[in-house]
């Protein structure tokens, strides 16, 4: 089995910063992808950004300049930089892994970031 546990999230004004985490644990050979996902109230889900085992990135448009992805391979977690945060990027954040040769997609329960003055 495998468990992903973001941390991270918070109250911040716009303009400002934070760093999200997530940590993996469990039975795990390969970590193919991760991803870092989001979901305003009365919004659906929606990819924020996605990281490969080698490191190649992608982002939504309405996030890229400001945030970055990135992962440290050697403990299995992800992280999510956001900087210059708008009201609009208030959301519940969830993090997504694509686990071993299988391909089987894990989720966490997800952190709430809210950015507001």
């Known amino acids: 089995q495998v468990q992903l546990v973001e941390s991270g999230g918070g109250l911040v004004q716009p303009g400002g910063s934070l760093r999200l985490s997530c940590a993996a644990s469990?039975?795990?050979?390969?970590?193919?992808?991760m991803a870092w996902y989001r979901q305003a109230p009365g919004k659906e889900r929606e990819l924020v950004a996605v990281?490969?085992?080698?490191?190649?990135?992608n982002y939504a448009e309405a996030v890229k300049g400001r945030f970055a992805i990135s992962r440290d391979n050697s403990k299995n977690t992800v992280f999510l930089q956001m900087n210059s945060l708008k009201p609009e990027d208030t959301a519940v954040y969830y993090c997504?892994?694509?686990?071993?040769?299988?391909?089987?997609?894990?989720w966490g329960k997800g952190t709430l970031v809210t950015v507001s003055s």
């Open positions: 997504n892994a694509n686990v071993d040769y299988s391909g089987m997609i894990y």
């Open positions: 990281i490969t085992s080698g490191g190649s990135t």
């Open positions: 469990g039975s795990i050979f390969r970590i193919n992808a």
